[in-house]
């Protein structure tokens, strides 16, 4: 029998388009995220992406952490990916906080599973 992971794809959009959007919700995420936290691996080379340019006191917007991707990550750079989570938080009234939840609850069953 295939057991499925859990996953939940609508908070690691959120979380990484805000991530791009606002630097104080950048500093949230990467304080109570790591990149194994997300399932997706285009997800997780963007995260990873938005960390090197915090630590470098870089903009974190999609043109960055899309030229970073090409460099990092060329098989997963992709433009309407990234520019399409960058957009992709309009209208979510929910605070980050409740989203970093959501995700890490689902990284943590994952993790149990494993």
């Not at 006191?57 to 060329?74: H, K, W």
């Amino acid at each position: 029998m295939e057991i499925k992971l859990p996953i939940n794809e609508e908070s690691e959009r959120v979380i990484l388009g805000r991530m791009m959007n606002s630097i104080n919700v950048a500093n949230i995420i990467f304080e109570k995220l790591e990149e194994s936290d997300f399932f997706l691996s285009e997800n997780r080379a963007i995260f990873n992406c938005g960390y090197r340019l915090f630590s470098k006191d870089r903009v974190i917007d999609a043109t960055s952490i899309l030229t970073q991707m090409e460099c990092d990550f060329p098989q997963l750079a992709n433009y309407s990916t990234v520019h399409g989570l960058a957009n992709y938080y309009a209208g979510v009234n929910i605070s980050i906080d409740q989203y970093v939840d959501i995700l890490k609850k689902y990284s943590i069953a994952r993790k149990v599973i494993n």
